[in-house]
């Protein structure tokens, strides 16, 4: 060995943060409806799907750095997962294929186009005895899908290269200040990032896993489709053969994709895959450019913080009031009044996870839980680098709207209203931020 060999060595081995020589595989399974499904995203109403415009799917990447702990994503054309969806995954991928939950990350795109599963967002939906059997049934296919994807991605592990960087694309507007001349005083904020992730191995790209901050609800007709991000990811898969495209649903809960048009079903249709287009066209830039090589080892932590509710209706009111209430309303109370009678009250917090992977010092991944407004991405990308952050929402339990302390003062839908929709008696209280706050900087220091 020649000195210069030598010096190389040391210097390698004291001076340079050594890249991780990256294992990846990614995997999709078709999750499309095999027969007319009950609609998820939206109250009121039972939509009865009557048609499939494209596949909707999960996609799985998994990843496995030096130190041979495997990591797993998965993404889903659906509105969301409950508690008790988590709870069954989760538990598969760790009995199964020995995936330790914090290094397993579930994120939706929230589509509104997708089928009900389980009792995501129940409250929403009242159905027959034999639209709740054709949800079981679809709800039965999506388990045994979720478990295949994550097995097919772990066998196709092989050497890759993981590379990041982020676009811009001008869908996302601040859908707050489209409700009515009140709401015109509330905020505009956006995050428009297109954050991407490609996994390239030899020539070719093997994933790429990008995403966006806004509600996919371009579309709320009766077809089966992943609006917006499905289009984008049909686009990309057909630019990138043999790719796997995967969508991550960010900070979106105060954005939609706007305009949007409701009743001219071909238009809206047009209009959502333009919306997937410019997404699309926005990461292919990305790809086009000089990504930054993920160094790792990945390190992952993940923990749970409570979040306190306000005081709900006291019981009296609640019974009061039932007789003149229907839908969804008169389901919000009569759950409101079972758990006083059988629980001796309703929960005064709701119990929120936060998962934190960091790639390197190139690549920090927060995943939050439930409906997450923008302020919690820029909040966090402000602190901790807007070029080497990624903040995304929708992971875990759809568990309700969750809003910063901006959003919960200024009130509305996404801060006060919408809380009853899932089953919580009133709105967080003012410490709602700085607890999700306090939690995800207690887990980027465990996992620095
Ligand atoms: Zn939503």
Redesign the pocket.
């Known amino acids: 060995m020649n000195a210069m060999v030598r010096l190389s060595m040391l210097l390698g081995c004291f001076c340079m943060p050594a890249n991780a020589a990256w294992l990846a595989g990614a995997a999709k399974a078709d999750i499309t409806p095999a027969e007319s499904v009950p609609l998820a995203?939206y109250g009121g109403k039972t939509r009865m799907s009557q048609r499939v415009d494209h596949a909707i799917w999960l996609k799985a990447l998994a990843v496995r750095d030096d130190s041979g702990a495997t990591s797993v994503l998965v993404t889903a054309d659906l509105v969301g997962l409950s508690d008790k969806m988590i709870a069954i995954i989760a538990k598969n991928a760790a009995e199964k294929h020995h995936i330790p939950r914090e290094r397993l990350i579930l994120n939706t795109s929230?589509n509104h186009s997708c089928p009900v599963t389980e009792d995501v967002l129940w409250l929403y939906y009242e159905f027959t005895p034999e639209e709740a059997a054709a949800k079981d049934r679809y709800t039965a296919m999506v388990y045994a899908k979720y478990d295949e994807v994550i097995v097919a991605a772990i066998a196709a592990l092989a050497p890759a290269e993981l590379r990041f960087d982020q676009g811009l694309a001008g869908v996302a507007v601040n859908r707050r200040r489209s409700r009515g001349p009140e709401s015109r005083a509330f905020g505009g904020q956006v995050d428009q990032d297109v954050p991407v992730i490609a996994v390239k191995a030899g020539d070719g790209l093997k994933a790429i896993v990008f995403g966006y901050s806004c509600?996919t609800?371009a579309l709320g007709g009766l077809s089966i489709n992943g609006d917006y991000a499905g289009f984008a990811q049909l686009e990309l898969e057909k630019a990138f053969p043999g790719c796997v495209a995967m969508f991550v649903q960010n900070c979106g809960?105060d954005a939609n994709p706007l305009p949007r048009i409701r009743g001219r079903d071909v238009e809206a249709v047009e209009l959502a895959g333009m919306y997937g287009h410019i997404l699309a066209e926005a990461v292919r830039q990305v790809l086009a450019g000089t990504m930054t090589s993920l160094s790792g080892p990945l390190k992952v932590a993940m923990g749970e913080t409570e979040l306190p509710l306000q005081p709900g209706i006291p019981l009296e009111e609640l019974k009061q009031r039932l007789p003149n209430l229907t839908g969804m309303p008169r389901r919000e109370f009569e759950h409101f009044i079972r758990q006083h009678e059988t629980a001796g009250g309703t929960p005064d917090h709701v119990r929120y996870p936060v998962q934190v992977w960091r790639f390197g010092p190139e690549l920090t991944y927060i995943a939050l839980t439930g409906?997450t407004v923008v302020d919690y991405s820029l909040k966090f990308k402000a602190a901790q680098g807007w070029n080497t952050t990624w903040v995304s929402g929708y992971n875990n339990d759809l568990l309700s709207?969750v809003p910063s302390l901006r959003v919960l003062k200024e009130g509305g839908y996404e801060g006060v209203t919408g809380m009853f929709e899932y089953g919580h008696r009133g709105p967080y209280t003012e410490a709602v931020e700085d607890l999700i706050t306090a939690k995800v900087m207690e887990l980027l220091e465990k996992a620095r």
């Open positions: 995203g929230h509600h609800t809960g409906e709207y």
